[in-house]
T-cell receptor, first 115, second 113 residues
Framework: DAGVIQSPRHEVTEMGQEVTLRCKPI?????LFWYRQTMMRGLELLIY????????DSGMPEDRFSAKMPNASFSTLKIQPSEPRDSAVYFC?????????????FGSGTRLTVV | AQSVTQPDIHITVSEGASLELRCNYS??????LFWYVQSPGQGLQLLLK??????LVQGIKGFEAEFKRSQSSFNLRKPSVHWSDAAEYFC???????????FGTGTKLQVIP
């Protein structure tokens, strides 16, 4: 298995632009998580899905952030409009409620810089 | 609400020395506990996890952790550290039947020759 795949690895954008981050979870995993990592706040859970349905989006910082999971193999996190304070590393992770549950597999992350 | 405290932000050890990273959790029932490692520029990798049973858990890369309910702790240990262990280590707590996991703030490990 190729693991959790995130794209792009790096994104530099200007303030006010729309940014879309992408994630492909591990096949067969029914949970998908979006995390944000910064020096100041550490790892923050933004939102997570179960069977493509958003379960908890209480960590989404503002309405500028939105996430979708149109099918079991793809999710997006969109920021519109982007602001410099959104600069962070965004991680996607997946896990299963099956026998190997509770072992998150993380992607390599997308480093977002908003200038 | 569940929470995790990692009291050490940075730790420096000599190669070959033993290592213990501290983790204290707060959770009302029996917790699900994890240790993850993050190398620079990489995502987090699961080292080990505790759900129930034997309180001493073995993980990958020669790491182990011990669950101590009386101390609300889940400290990570390694008998002999290698230079490649230099990374950031995160303790995390979750709850049974609920996939949401809360991470600690991490401990950055430096290994000196």
């Amino acid at each position: 298995d190729a693991g959790v795949i995130q794209s792009p690895r790096h994104e530099v954008t200007e303030m006010g632009q729309e940014v879309t981050l992408r994630c492909k979870p591990i096949s067969g995993h029914d949970y998908l998580f979006w995390y944000r990592q910064t020096m100041m706040r550490g790892l923050e859970l933004l939102i997570y899905f179960n069977n493509n349905v958003p379960i908890d989006d209480s960590g989404m910082p503002e309405d500028r952030f939105s996430a979708k999971m149109p099918n079991a193999s793809f999710s997006t996190l969109k920021i519109q409009p982007s602001e410099p304070r959104d600069s962070a590393v965004y991680f996607c992770a997946s896990s299963t409620s099956g026998r190997q549950r509770y072992g998150y597999t993380f992607g390599s992350g997308t480093r977002l810089t908003v200038v | 609400a569940q929470s995790v405290t990692q009291p050490d932000i940075h730790i420096t050890v000599s190669e070959g020395a033993s290592l213990e990273l501290r983790c204290n959790y707060s959770y009302g029932a029996t917790p699900y506990l994890f240790w993850y490692v993050q190398s620079p520029g990489q995502g987090l990798q699961l080292l080990l996890k505790y759900f129930s049973g034997d309180t001493l858990v073995q993980g990958i890369k020669g790491f182990e952790a011990e669950f101590k309910r009386s101390q609300s702790s889940f400290n990570l240990r390694k008998p002999s550290v290698h230079w490649s262990d230099a990374a950031e280590y995160f303790c995390a707590v979750g709850s049974g039947g609920y996939q949401k996991v809360t991470f600690g703030t991490g401990t950055k490990l430096q290994v000196i020759p």
